[in-house]
Nanobody
Framework: QVQLVESGGGSVQAGGSLRLSCAAS????????VGWFRQAPGKEREGVAF???????TYADSVKGRFTIARDSAKNTLNLDMDSLKPEDTAIYYC??????????????????????WGQGTQVTVSS
């Protein structure tokens, strides 16, 4: 059974930093496409950052240069380092994984149906 458990959310002032982590069990994050999505109140869920088996990363334009996605293979975790946070980054952040066999990632965007494993989400609130 696959489980993804996020941690690290919280409240921070604009310009601050946070690290989100996603601990995986029953799934090897280094073998497939995994990523972070977020959903703000009243908005659609959107892709934030993806990383594939070959450690190729893609980012939403809105976070490029401020967020960094990385894997810790030894701990089987997925991390998202968020710097220079802005109030518009406020959202619930979810880690997600594509189904087995899909090691490459789609273009950044809304979640595709093959992101089949999801964490419960962690709240990030950025105040101005």
């Amino acid at each position: 059974q696959v489980q993804l458990v996020e941690s690290g959310g919280g409240s921070v002032q604009a310009g601050g930093s946070l690290r989100l982590s996603c601990a995986a069990s029953g799934y090897t994050v280094s073998s497939y496409c995994v990523g972070w999505f977020r959903q703000a109140p009243g908005k659609e869920r959107e892709g934030v950052a993806f990383i594939d088996k070959q450690i190729r990363t893609t980012y939403a334009d809105s976070v490029k240069g401020r967020f960094t996605i990385a894997r810790d293979s030894a701990k089987n975790t997925l991390n998202l380092d968020m710097d220079s946070l802005k109030p518009e980054d406020t959202a619930i952040y979810y880690c997600a994984a594509r189904k087995y066999g899909l090691w490459w990632c789609p273009p950044i965007g809304p979640p595709t149906s093959d992101f089949v494993y999801w964490g419960q989400g962690t709240q990030v609130t950025v105040s101005s």
